[in-house]
């Protein structure tokens, strides 16, 4: 199995350039949802989907858009990229919500800067 | 709302030593907890995970913690560290229950392990 993949692994945009990051699972997980990495902050959580066609608001949601079309994909979009959006970005699956104390399967990470 | 703090952001340590990685977390209600760990350049990975039952939990790579609820600590610790383990850790928790979406993550202790 792939696992969790992400794409592209590095990308470089100039502010107000808008692109989209994608992910996808090959493990038939319901639970997915992207996180971002900065240095000495550890990941926050900008969205996440329990399932296809349900998404929801995470605690740094602004500036981002997702949809969930498929049980597989779980794209991010970023509208008009700003500098305070560089940052590493991580797509993470469970079979079920982290509540239930689920293993989440995280991806190699997209590492975004914005000019 | 649930918090974590990592009390160490950064632990150099000799090779063959051992190691204790401190976490502390704040929650008002039951929580799972977590440690997962990413190595340079990739994903996170799960360490270890405390969900009920015994308080020392054993991962992965000989690490091990111990959940204390009175002191609400999850610290990592490891008998003789290895070149290998030189990577980024980081505690995670999320209150129990089907409803729980969000895993709230502590800012990181990065492991250095000397030669």
């Known amino acids: 199995n792939a696992g969790v993949t992400q794409t592209p692994k590095f990308q470089v945009l100039k502010t107000g350039q808008s692109m989209t990051l994608q992910c996808a699972q090959d493990?038939?997980?319901?639970?997915m949802s992207w996180y971002r990495q900065d240095p000495g902050m550890g990941l926050r959580l900008i969205h996440y989907?329990?399932?296809?066609?349900i998404t929801d608001q995470g605690e740094v949601p602004n500036g981002y858009n997702v949809s969930r079309s498929t049980t597989e994909d779980f794209p991010l979009r970023l509208l008009s990229a700003a500098p305070s959006q560089t940052s590493v970005y991580f797509c993470a699956s469970s079979y079920s919500n982290w509540g239930k104390g689920t293993e989440a399967f995280f991806g190699q990470g997209t590492r975004l800067t914005v000019v | 709302a649930q918090s974590v703090t990592q009390l160490d952001s950064q632990v150099p340590v000799f090779e063959e030593a051992p190691v204790e990685l401190r976490c502390n977390y704040s929650s008002s209600v039951s929580v799972y907890l977590f440690w997962y760990v990413q190595y340079p350049n990739q994903g996170l990975q799960l360490l270890l995970k405390y969900l009920s039952g015994s308080t020392l939990v054993k991962g992965i790579n000989g690490f091990e913690a111990e959940f204390n609820k009175s002191q609400t600590s999850f610290h990592l610790r490891k008998p003789s560290v290895h070149i290998s383990d030189t990577a980024e850790y980081f505690c995670a928790v999320i209150p129990n229950g089907a409803g729980s979406y969000q895993l709230t993550f502590g800012k990181g202790t990065k492991l250095s392990v000397i030669p």
């Open positions: 493990m038939n997980h319901e639970y």
């Open positions: 989907s329990v399932g296809a066609g």
